[in-house]
């Protein structure tokens, strides 16, 4: 039975929970305990109590917690990429990727927790001199979603800790075994008891407490877009500082004088890899008439050489869906855009593999119109669709046309073209020449419209979130 981390004790609650391997569903990854109210209460406590004490310990002592956590996490990024993979169903290449990505975030934040900078100023007024301090918030609640199991905690577990805020952090109830790996890290890394807890448990329980709770100052959520409306709802009334980081329908626009071998790349990667579960996927491919027949063709193609099977085979390009709920909207968005008139061109059907598991083929809709539900609303699985545009401008339109704007992308050999887009796509994010998914860890990260509120995570912009000003005056 793995436990939660409450003022530095393991603690059972009085629910459990199964880990099952979505490419094996025979394979229990574990146990998990679930809180309930009362010890997500305990937790805030303890944390509200002690985050003077953490912040007080300085920049030295936090920057060599957060190195030593980032340098553990990296030396067993395989055993983690295992754990990860057996949980998410990432194929395992993958899964070390991510995990190798948190611990290059929690280094990244160790020399960040050195440069938590203010400013100095002479008054405008004679004698006094101005001083902007920069301090931490205090309790931060951690909510998280489980398709990034342990980089997203990371990228808000580090930052929140290196600028002396304590956490709270709930994972997603689907995937505790890389969120509990991470926490038993942190654990032992010389953090006083209290600093860092872990509560694993549901949404509507523990996630509800941290939302209510007025000793938690800020909340930092990723989730869907109607989690981030309640929390917005419970936690914005009252009047906490809040990051939601939503959901995506991101475009990929391909023009005539792309490169074709490159943009079918670009579209399969960005569309359906790590099963097409990344909110920065790119679920809508705007594709300019000249190239469109060759380019859906050659998707196609391509996609008839991916193999979906066990996320730990060797050879194995995508692995399953998350969990079963998951697998029934992916099918029933495949219903939707036949019924709507799009044209299923590819995949869209479930698989048996030798092991039970979600296993579906990607699928890929042509002929789609921009007003459709599968090109409007996240599907958040392996179903694209081809959205033919008459010329630049025109792809432009339709790329900005839904409520979201977190990552978008062109293939495209025009400098002028490309230019524009960067310039006049509504997104948070965008790639040229890139897939739409794919991103570094020290450079900020989110979106616009309905995908993101609140500053931006990641990079040295995430100081903008985990701390807060104070004027100081002084009469010299
Ligand atoms: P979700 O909104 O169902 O759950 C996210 C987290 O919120 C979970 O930990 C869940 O337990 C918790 N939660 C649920 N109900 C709650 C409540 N009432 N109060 C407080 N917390 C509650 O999302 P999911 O299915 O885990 O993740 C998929 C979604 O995440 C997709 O929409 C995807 O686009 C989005 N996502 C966004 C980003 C981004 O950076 N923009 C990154 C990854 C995933």
Not at 91 to 119: C, D, N, Y
């Amino acid at each position: 039975m793995h436990k939660n981390f409450i003022d530095g004790v393991w603690c059972e609650g009085p629910g459990v929970r199964e880990n099952l391997n979505p490419s094996d569903l025979s394979n229990l990854v574990g146990l998990y305990a679930q809180a309930d109210s009362q010890q997500t209460q305990q937790a805030i406590q303890a944390a509200a109590y002690v985050q003077p004490l953490w912040a007080a310990y300085g920049p030295q002592r936090r920057a060599e917690a957060l190195d030593q956590i980032g340098t553990e996490i990296l030396a067993r990024r395989e055993e983690l990429g295992r754990l990860l993979a057996s949980e998410e169903g990432k194929v395992l290449p993958e899964a070390v990727a991510e995990v190798s990505r948190a611990g290059h975030i929690f280094k990244f934040f160790a020399g960040e927790a050195l440069r938590m900078t203010g400013e100095h100023l002479d008054s405008v007024r004679p004698g006094i001199e101005v001083d902007i301090l920069r301090q931490p918030v205090g309790v931060v609640g951690i909510i998280t979603p489980w398709n990034f199991p342990i980089a997203i905690p990371a990228w808000k577990i580090a930052p929140a800790l290196a600028y002396g805020n304590s956490v709270v952090f709930k994972p997603a109830d689907l995937v505790p075994g890389s969120a509990w790996a991470l926490a038993e890290i942190i654990s032992r890394a010389g953090l006083p008891a209290g600093t860092f807890n872990l509560v694993m448990g549901r949404g509507s329980v523990v996630g509800q407490v941290l939302a209510e709770s007025a000793n938690v100052s800020a909340i930092t959520f990723t989730g869907s877009t109607s989690t981030g409306r309640h929390l917005m709802q419970v936690a914005g009334a009252r009047l906490a500082r809040l990051q939601l980081e939503m959901g995506g329908k991101n475009p990929l626009v391909v023009l005539d004088d792309a490169d074709l071998e490159h943009a079918v790349e670009c579209a399969v990667q960005g569309a359906y890899f790590s099963t097409g579960q990344r909110c920065t996927a790119s679920s809508r491919i705007i594709v300019e008439k000249g190239i469109h027949q060759r380019f859906i063709e050659a998707v196609a193609s391509r996609l008839s050489e991916i193999r979906v099977g066990h996320a730990l085979h060797e050879g194995t390009h995508i692995g399953p869906v998350a969990e079963e709920a998951q697998l029934r909207q992916n099918l029933e968005y495949v219903d939707i855009g036949q019924a709507e008139g799009a044209r299923l061109a590819y995949g869209g059907q479930p698989l048996s593999r030798t092991s039970e598991g979600y296993y579906m083929s990607p699928a890929l809709f042509v002929d789609a119109a921009p007003d459709m539900r599968i090109a409007q609303e996240e599907i958040f699985g392996p179903v694209a669709c081809v959205i033919p545009a008459d010329d630049y401008e025109h792809a432009l339109e339709i790329a900005n046309g839904t409520p979201f704007g977190l990552s978008a992308g062109i293939c495209t050999g025009s400098l002028k073209h490309a230019t524009h887009f960067k310039r006049h796509v509504k997104s948070g994010m965008v790639m040229v020449n890139t897939p739409t998914a794919g991103v570094d860890y020290h450079v900020p990260f989110g979106g616009t419209k309905a995908s993101s509120y609140g500053p931006r995570e990641q990079g040295h912009q995430a100081i903008e979130f985990f701390t807060t000003l104070k004027t100081a005056y002084t009469l010299a």
